[in-house]
């Protein structure tokens, strides 16, 4: 899935924020990082994990990201993915 087609999906409340930031990011060729509710074919919601990392071509230009979406029950599931072993104990 990529991720034009995932914004497509998800919950209204996510939409305007992460539209924003993500803009932002590619405009400064920033690595992007967003924590969402993506719908899934049940019509209900999931935590999802966006990573981005921008991509060049060998003449400097931006290609795009490359990047992975992590899935994850719960908002502290998905939280818990990307902190560091020892910050995890909450």
């Not at 993506?38 to 490359?66: C, E, K, N, S």
């Amino acid at each position: 899935m990529t991720a034009a087609k995932s914004v497509l999906n998800l919950h209204p409340d996510d939409r305007e924020w992460f539209n924003e930031a993500f803009h932002e990011a590619s405009l400064e060729f920033a690595p992007f990082c967003a924590r969402v509710r993506l719908r899934r074919q049940g019509r209900t919601y999931r935590w999802m994990l966006f990573h981005g990392i921008p991509t060049f071509l060998d003449g400097g230009d931006f290609a795009g990201y490359v990047g992975c979406l992590l899935a994850g029950p719960t908002r502290s599931t998905v939280t818990g993915a990307i902190l560091p072993r020892k910050d995890r104990s909450s």
